[in-house]
């Protein structure tokens, strides 16, 4: 063990014993900290993610972990054995009483240590960011993606090791890693990949580095992924082995052929293990939500089925390399799902491309074939693939045409499965009035309806010349946005729903804004004088949040740019029994809400928005442009700003009613839910609330929560850049100049014997 930890000691101490580690290094975190901050588009738009950093896409203009590691790790690594070929050291060493398999793991070590520190180092990165409060990170997530990274620095060691102990010349190591890491990189590219025929297009992407370590980035540590490298790193070195010690050894002699032998058995069993290992099962989610983990409401949804659940995953024998991932994670998914049901789930594979039956099979169940392109013998050619999943529960049965992610994928298989177990339980109706103005249905919020309706009845009531509308068979009523005038009897007729135990969603637009002119106006029948009677008073201002906000395109006479925009404020969620685990949502153009004195008996109020406390009511509201004076006006005084309010009670003492108010409408409309799902998400937990039915809530809230980069000052953002890209780096200079001063000393200072 000395002699091992004496020859890394020796190893590593030759990086910092020349500018080249520091300069190596400085440039590693510079470039990764400029490219983060200045490059990516989740800072721009105000998304907490390390996502940039360890991008597998290859783009000049944003380098990332794992290609810049593809450069870096040759030049770190092409000195340790060519260095010690060129001086003669080599064979010194190896006739030294230490073994050679242990010299070789002294200079894995050594790099490995060396190229760790610069990965270690762009910590400060999320640290900052972390300890600034400028975002909530998913520190489970970054852990992963760390270790993935340190997997990969790994193999590349390995494989730079191996070129290393092929020649002498330095430079001629560093091109030789270079172009085996490049090769083993670009063979895992979708782009590489749809050029090959499917089969090799799979088989080549499988051996590929960057396959599984995008695996590993997402946050989960899979058992296969962790075989794959162990197995890449052994096999480089088995064959560094074979190079090294056959340089002491006549080609010709009994002891080189045994060598031989044994290395090749090495690198077999290495790569069996690495090929196999995709059999292997086990896995680690890292993910602070638990994305890749079932969810104790899908336990308990399959845990009450009373009869079997068959689960038929109809999918390409060689699945296309655009869904190869995705194919991998359903099949883990539906297997841990059948694995925990106990006898409830059934899992069958189905291959349709390869079986004519299975073909039937699915053209039955809806599952049509999806085409892809692939390259072929004769050309680019057009060909079928599958990836979708049918359930059948008694005489009922659901599809997924097709999976194009996991992401919401467990939503979606829970929701059929609840449904189907519901199916003979009389579902409620939710109820959307019309006929003032509303959200349409179908233009404004079909992507809400289109999710209720796998729970709910859906129902339209519109109110005909002014008569009262029949709210008697409505569970929960909806009110999204009124524009004209409604009559008396329509209010009338929702009091005496809600005195009646009813339940009712009224989201209030008292300012609209015309988005052509970015201009707004007062809305004079946005209904807010029906729910003063409740306590709840709607405030006719426009709230912007000075922090928390979203980031626009905007088109300017210099072309789109993106724009932080205050009026969509981006508010986080106050009480999680209402509105479950979503975080925060996208509230464009929303004005305050305040509470009062209920006119209609005891009522409890439950807040459920309110803005950070750099939140500002504008009451002069006219323009909404994003150079809007008010948003940088120095007498705003900023406090938080409650947005939606939750209203539990008894009207009069006949029944116990919910409500729900908030100030805006647009929040629950396509537009906005296609660029904030997690508004999605709250619509339906409120929804639920509502209903009293909250089996999907938590499944439903996972997948989505939204992480946001938000800085308090432009002084800040700042610090936190430049602290990155120029003080670490400045911190390693720094370090190295300190520690060459120290060695010219010591070079320099005369030593004379004492008589």
Do not use: C
Request: charged content about 20%; proline content about 4%; aromatic content about 10%.
């Amino acid at each position: 063990m000395r002699s091992f930890l004496a020859l890394v000691r020796k190893d590593f101490k030759g990086y910092f014993d020349q500018p080249t580690g520091y300069i190596l290094i400085v440039l590693f975190v510079a470039l990764l900290s400029w490219s983060f901050f200045f490059q990516s588009n989740e800072v721009t738009l105000g998304i907490a993610s390390l996502r940039p950093l360890f991008s597998v896409d290859f783009v000049v203009e944003q380098p990332s972990i794992p290609w810049l590691l593809a450069l870096f790790v040759p030049a770190a690594t092409m000195r340790l054995i060519a260095e010690e070929q060129r001086d003669g050291t080599l064979e010194i060493l190896l006739t030294q009483p230490i073994r050679g398999w242990v010299i070789l793991l002294t200079k894995f070590a050594s790099g490995l240590v060396f190229v760790a520190i610069a990965i270690i180092a762009t910590l400060s990165i999320p640290l900052s960011i972390q300890f600034s409060g400028a975002g909530n990170l998913d520190w489970g997530a970054i852990v992963a993606q760390y270790v993935g990274s340190i997997f990969l620095a790994a193999s590349f060691v390995a494989i730079g090791l191996f070129t290393s102990s092929l020649t002498r010349n330095q430079i001629v190591s560093f091109i030789l890693g270079l172009f085996f890491v490049l090769i083993l990189m670009l063979i895992g590219l979708d782009q590489v990949g749809v050029t090959l025929p499917p089969k090799l297009a799979t088989l080549l992407q499988t051996l590929s580095p960057l396959t599984h370590f995008s695996s590993i980035a997402r946050g989960v540590i899979d058992l296969r992924d962790v075989l794959y490298f162990v197995a890449l790193v052994s096999t480089f070195l088995s064959a560094t082995f074979l190079s090294i010690r056959g340089k002491t050894l006549s080609h010709r002699s009994p002891q080189y052929r045994n060598l031989q032998l044994g290395t090749v058995a090495l690198i077999v069993m290495s790569l069996l293990i690495g090929w196999f290992g995709n059999s292997v099962a086990g896995r680690l989610d890292l993910t602070a939500d638990k994305t890749f983990t079932l969810s104790p409401g899908t336990r308990d949804i399959v845990s009450s089925l009373d009869d079997l659940l068959t689960i038929e995953l109809f999918q390409s024998k060689e699945p296309p390399v655009e869904v190869d991932l995705v194919a991998r994670d359903v099949n883990d998914f539906l297997k841990d799902l059948a694995s925990e049901s106990g006898d409830n789930v059934k899992l069958i594979h189905r291959f349709p491309d390869v079986d004519e039956d299975d073909a039937r099979k699915a053209q039955l169940a809806g599952i049509p074939p999806v085409q892809f392109n692939v390259q072929t013998a004769n050309g680019l050619e057009i060909k079928n693939g599958y990836l979708g999943v049918a359930l059948t529960y008694t005489n009922l049965r659901e599809s997924i045409p097709f999976v194009q992610s996991i992401d919401g994928f467990e939503y979606r298989i829970a929701t059929l499965a609840y449904g189907m177990v519901q199916a003979d339980v009389e579902r409620k109706t939710i109820g959307f009035l019309a006929g003032h103005g509303e959200k349409s249905l179908r233009e404004d919020l079909a992507s809400l309806v289109s999710l209720l309706a796998q729970q709910y009845e859906i129902r339209e009531v519109t109110a005909v010349d002014d008569q009262a509308p029949d709210l008697s068979e409505i569970d929960v009523l909806i009110v999204a946005g009124p524009t004209q005038r409604m009559a008396e009897a329509v209010y009338g007729s929702i009091r005496d729903f809600l005195a009646s135990g009813g339940k009712a969603m009224i989201m209030i637009d008292p300012v609209v804004v015309d988005q052509q002119v970015m201009f707004a106006v007062p809305n004079q029948f946005h209904f807010g004088e029906f729910v003063e009677d409740y306590g709840v008073v709607v405030e006719d201002n426009l709230v912007f949040d000075l922090r928390s906000h979203e980031t626009l395109s905007f088109n300017t006479a210099r072309g789109s740019i993106f724009l932080p925009y205050e009026y969509w404020a981006r508010v986080p969620t106050v009480d999680k029994k209402v509105a479950g685990q979503v975080e925060s949502v996208l509230l464009p153009w929303a004005s305050s809400i305040g509470t009062t004195e209920s006119r209609v008996g005891d009522v409890e109020f439950i807040p459920l928005l309110r803005t950070t406390p750099f939140g500002v009511a504008d009451y002069t509201y006219g323009d909404v442009s994003p150079n809007n004076p008010s948003l940088t006006n120095p007498n705003s005084r900023p406090f938080e700003n409650d947005i939606g309010v939750a209203v539990e009670g008894s009207a009069n003492g006949e029944g116990t009613f919910r409500l729900i108010v908030i100030g805006d409408s647009d929040w629950l409309t396509d537009r906005i839910v296609g660029r904030a799902q997690e508004n999605l998400a709250l619509g339906l937990n409120l929804v639920d609330w509502l209903a009293q039915e909250d089996a999907l809530a938590d499944i439903r809230s996972k997948v989505i929560t939204t992480r946001t980069l938000i800085f308090d000052s432009p002084a800040q953002r700042n610090i936190v850049q430049y602290a990155n890209i120029l003080g670490l780096p400045l911190l390693f200079m720094v370090l190295g100049l300190a520690r060459y001063v120290r060695r010219r000393r010591i070079n320099l200072k005369v030593y004379s014997s004492e008589e």
